[in-house]
């Protein structure tokens, strides 16, 4: 049952105010209009701190974005520069095919070169040995890149 006594523990209503009774020495508190909201000074610090953190986030995800992109791409540069060194060795003829080419991998375009070198000869050894490699460049976000693979194989 609900007692109607005034004096009883808990939220009252009385001229429009909303008074607390304290449990503390049975004193009635009301709240101050000054404690209510914030001041103008820690909204102004809100606002300082938001202004600082937000531009710094925004910035580091897009320096995320810009990783994800390279290695993205980087990663199809080096399955095309594989594919290159592999057909290379397996027609065991390098000089029959083209030394600089463009493959499209997922709809974007990877330049590449390939160069032969002589394996380096020691004075007591002599070395048939070659050096092929592929460079393979491409852009992303208005930077260049590349990616190169080497391989030995014997020389002709």
Do not use: C
């Amino acid at each position: 049952m609900r007692s109607s006594n005034p004096t009883s523990a808990g939220p009252q209503v009385g001229r429009g105010r909303r008074t607390r009774r304290s449990t503390y020495l049975g004193t009635t508190v009301q709240p101050n209009r000054a404690t209510a909201g914030f001041t103008l000074a820690e909204v102004l610090a809100a606002l300082l701190f938001m202004a600082i953190v937000v531009p710094v986030a925004i910035a580091a995800l897009q320096v995320a974005s810009l990783s994800g992109k390279v290695a993205e791409r980087k990663a199809a540069a080096a399955r095309v520069a594989d594919r290159v060194l592999n057909e290379t060795v397996v027609t065991a003829s390098s000089f029959a095919l083209p030394q600089k080419g463009t493959a499209i991998e997922n709809g974007q375009p990877f330049h590449w070169t390939l160069q032969r070198e002589n394996w380096p000869v020691t004075l007591t050894s002599t070395s048939a040995m070659q050096v092929l490699t592929v460079a393979v460049a491409f852009s992303t976000q208005g930077r260049d890149y590349d990616v190169r693979l080497s391989t030995l194989v014997n020389g002709p």
